[in-house]
């Protein structure tokens, strides 16, 4: 049974930092593209980044990048996702998704459209 388990998230003041864990059970990460997407109260699921499985490219939507990171640890069956700097507009609930294409380029892996798996989501709060 394929699962995938978020947690990490949390209330951070603005300019904090958190990292989100996505751990994966029942599959191999590194088979699948590894997307995280955000929901805010009344607006659409948007992606935030990915990592593709086949030469670990990532891709990262244009408000995150320079603050937020992707990585994964094969080891650990886990993708993380770092988030430093973080603003009012970065509340949200964060969710991971597995992809089985890969993830092809950056448009493609950060439409949640795309996406076979999807976590439970973790609440991320930025507030002071």
């Known amino acids: 049974q394929v699962q995938l388990v978020e947690s990490g998230g949390g209330l951070v003041q603005p300019g904090g930092s958190l990292r989100l864990s996505c751990a994966a059970a029942?599959?191999?990460?590194?088979?699948?593209?590894i997307g995280w997407f955000r929901q805010a109260p009344g607006k659409e699921r948007e992606g935030v980044s990915c990592i593709v499985n086949s030469d670990g490219s990532t891709y990262y939507r244009d408000s995150v990048k320079g603050r937020f990171t992707i990585s994964r640890d094969n080891a650990k069956n886990t993708v993380y996702l770092q988030m430093n700097s973080l603003t009012p507009e970065d509340t949200a609930v964060y969710y991971c998704?597995?992809?089985?294409?890969?993830?092809?380029?950056?448009?493609?892996?950060?439409?949640?459209?795309?996406?076979?798996?999807w976590g439970q989501g973790t609440q991320v709060t930025v507030s002071s």
């Open positions: 998704a597995a992809e089985r294409g890969g993830g092809y380029y950056r448009d493609y892996a950060l439409a949640p459209i795309n996406y076979d798996y």
């Open positions: 029942g599959f191999t990460l590194d088979s699948y593209a």
